[in-house]
């Protein structure tokens, strides 16, 4: 896919890696829509006058399906289309089972899984109609392996998993394609945050020694966006963490 003059939907991405795909996307002349659960300033909107593309700032929430079609309808009428979905938007409520409530649970798939579900189903029948498009969603290699204290966290990421899968196949033979990134130890304000001892141990367990960066995330992104022939994919970015 030529992605000069496409419409790129994010969600999530004011910060992290979502907002590094969506410089990265932008970089290549693609449009944005920028997408966050508060508002967006018009700071990190500034940040972007040099791609020379539309930018577009559009809040909500991404676990309300209703909120969900407002937000894409919004795209819609604003740039276009939505050519490629990214779901990105997340949240961890990391606990031991043993004290993980229900209200934890549900939180975290609701937002990681649930959201993707709203998301996808509002950009599916313009896609479909139109035989072209693409959907990524971000994953995590906590889904493809577990992690303890993340049990709510590890079967949203699974599940996103299984789902992408599946509507990959349903969505095919109308040239829309569907894709995941598994990204592992990631640098971002949560490693930042962890103890000297747990970053050692994280790292012992990467066979390159070292987390992966935002960029690299985002320019598998790009691939995933580019490649026309690949579809129904896990594309684990972790060092080789989770290799067999």
């Known amino acids: 896919m030529e992605l000069k ?46 791609y020379g593309v539309k930018v577009v700032a559009i809040s909500g ?11 894409v ?55 479909t109609k139109a035989r072209a498009g693409a959907i990524i969603n971000l994953s995590s290699v906590v889904g493809l392996t577990g992690n ?17 899968k599946s509507v990959a196949r349903e969505v095919a033979a109308r040239n829309v394609r569907v894709n995941v990134i598994a990204p592992g130890f990631i640098e971002s304000d ?12 994280s790292l012992a367990q990467i066979p390159m020694k070292r987390f992966g960066n935002t960029q690299e995330v985002a320019d598998v992104a790009l691939f995933l966006a580019s490649q026309e022939y690949l579809t129904g994919q896990v594309i684990a970015i972790d060092g080789g963490l989770t290799m067999q």
């Not at 795909?21 to 500034?46: T, W």
């Not at 089972?97 to 209200?103: F, N, Q, S, V, W």
């Not at 930042?192 to 001892?197: A, F, H, I, Q």
């Open 5 to 50: 003059n496409k419409n790129v939907f994010i969600t999530g991405s004011t910060r992290g890696i979502g907002l590094a795909i969506a410089h990265k996307f932008a970089s290549c002349g693609a449009n944005i829509v920028l997408n966050g659960r508060g508002s967006i300033s018009e700071d990190l909107l500034a940040t972007f006058s040099s």
């Open 61 to 71: 929430d991404v676990s309300d399906s209703q909120d969900a079609k407002r937000m």
């Open 73 to 127: 309808q919004e795209a819609v009428t604003s740039l276009g289309s939505v050519d490629i979905l990214v779901n990105n938007a997340g949240i961890t409520r990391d606990k031991l089972m043993l004290k993980l409530t229900e209200a934890d649970f549900e939180q975290v798939l609701k937002i990681n899984l649930t959201g993707a579900f709203n998301m996808t189903q509002a950009v599916l029948k313009p896609m």
């Open 148 to 164: 303890i204290g993340q049990a709510n966290y590890a079967a949203s990421k699974a599940g996103l998993i299984g789902f992408s």
């Open 190 to 201: 949560m490693t930042e945050g962890l103890p000297e001892k747990i970053k050692e141990a």
